[in-house]
C-alpha cells in the first residue's frame, strides 16, 4: 500500500484514505465567456498524460477533507512532493536535487539511484524477463 | 378517546455485544454529538461557549468533563458530549461558525482490551502502534468499506464512529476482527 503525505494532517497515511483529483495547476479562465471554444477544450478536456513526473491533485476524503497536490512519477508510483492547495507549483530541478541530497543524507548514497524496485519500471520488459537458458538446453526438445 | 402515539427511539445495536479474552466490544453510551466547522477568527469565542478547548493540531483531541472535541480537519471538529447538548451552548455565538447536531446520524462502538489495536486493525490500515496513534489521538480513517472516525480514548481502548446505517456493517466486521485478534 502506498503511503501518501498529507500536508494538512502533517504525517503519511495509507492511500485508501485518498481520492485522486485529476491534473494540478489548471487555472480557469477569468473570463470564459469571452473565451474562443479551442481555449475552452484546452481547459476543459486536454489533460497531460506523461509517463513520468505529473503534478496531481489528491484529496483526503477519509481523512480531514482537503484538497492538495502532489508530485508522483507515474512510472514507480513514488510521490516526490506533495503541497498544500494554493501553493506554487514547485520546480522540479530543485525537488529533484533536495531528494538527492536527502537520499545522501540516510546514508543510501551508496546505492544508485536508478536501482531498486522502482527503477525496474523503466527498464523495457523484454531486459527485465531475460530468459535464462536452461542447463540442459542441449537435451531439449529437437 | 384517541391515545397520543410517543415515538421510542432504540439504537440500532441495542442487542450487540461482544466478549473474548483480549478484546470486546461494546456498545458507546448515547451521546450528543456535534459537527462543528469554523474559520480560526472564531475559535476563541467557540472555546469560551463551550468550555473547553478546540485542538489545533492534526490527531489531536481536548476533553474537558463529559465532553470531547475532535480534530477532523483544518476548520472542523467532532464535539461528543455524553451529558449535556453542546449545541445550546454555542447556539447564542455570533462569530461565523456551523453547529449541526448529528447526535443520532452516528452510532458509537468501544473496542477494549490488550488486542483493541489489532481488532481495530483488522480493517482499519492507520499506524495504531502506542508511538504513532498516543492515547488522545483521533482521526478520520476507514474500516473495511466503510468511513470511520477513531479516537483512542485510553491504553487498549478504542472509541469508534460511524453512520447509523453501517452500524451492522461495523459490529460485525469488528467482532469477526476481534475474534481473531484475542485467538
Redesign the interface.
Known amino acids: 500500500m502506498l503511503l501518501i503525505r498529507c500536508p494538512y494532517c502533517e504525517e503519511e497515511r495509507p492511500e485508501l484514505e485518498f481520492r485522486n483529483g485529476g491534473q494540478a495547476h489548471i487555472a480557469r479562465s477569468t473570463d470564459i465567456v469571452q473565451e474562443s471554444a479551442e481555449a475552452f477544450e484546452r481547459f476543459f478536456f486536454i489533460r497531460d498524460n506523461p509517463k513520468g513526473v505529473i503534478f496531481e491533485r489528491w484529496r483526503h476524503i477519509h481523512g480531514c477533507g482537503r484538497f492538495f497536490n502532489a508530485v508522483r512519477d507515474t512510472i514507480t508510483d513514488k510521490f516526490h512532493h506533495t503541497y498544500k492547495a494554493g501553493e506554487p507549483q514547485p520546480d522540479l530541478n530543485e525537488l529533484i536535487a533536495a531528494n538527492e541530497d536527502r537520499r545522501m543524507d540516510e546514508g543510501r548514497g551508496d546505492m544508485p539511484a536508478d536501482q531498486g524496485p522502482g527503477s525496474w519500471a523503466n527498464v523495457p520488459p523484454d531486459q527485465i524477463n531475460v530468459a535464462e537458458p536452461a542447463a540442459d538446453a542441449s537435451k531439449g526438445d529437437a | 378517546m384517541a391515545e397520543t402515539a410517543t415515538a421510542q427511539r432504540r439504537t440500532s445495536l441495542e442487542t450487540r455485544g461482544f466478549d473474548a479474552k483480549g478484546a470486546s466490544l461494546t456498545l458507546a453510551p448515547s451521546s450528543f454529538r456535534v459537527s462543528l466547522r469554523a474559520p480560526e477568527a472564531s475559535i476563541s469565542v467557540l472555546e469560551e461557549a463551550l468550555g473547553l478547548s478546540l485542538p489545533r493540531l ?2 489531536t483531541s481536548s476533553e474537558e468533563g463529559t465532553r470531547a472535541a475532535l480534530w ?3 476548520d ?1 471538529w467532532l464535539v461528543i458530549d455524553t451529558e449535556t447538548d453542546p449545541l445550546t451552548a454555542s447556539r447564542g455565538v455570533e462569530a461565523l461558525h456551523s453547529a449541526v447536531d448529528i447526535s443520532h446520524r452516528n452510532v458509537g462502538i468501544v473496542a477494549s482490551g490488550a488486542y483493541a489495536a489489532e481488532a481495530v486493525n483488522g480493517g482499519c ?2 499506524d495504531l502502534s502506542p508511538e504513532a496513534f498516543p492515547v488522545g489521538a483521533c ?4 474500516l473495511g468499506k466503510i ?1 470511520i472516525v477513531l479516537w483512542k480514548k485510553a491504553e487498549n481502548s478504542f472509541h469508534i464512529e460511524c453512520w447509523r446505517s453501517f452500524s451492522p456493517y461495523a459490529f460485525a466486521f469488528l467482532t469477526a476482527s476481534a475474534r481473531d485478534a484475542a485467538a
Open positions: 492534526p490527531k477532523l480537519g483544518p472542523e490500515p492507520q482521526s478520520r480513517t476507514v468511513e
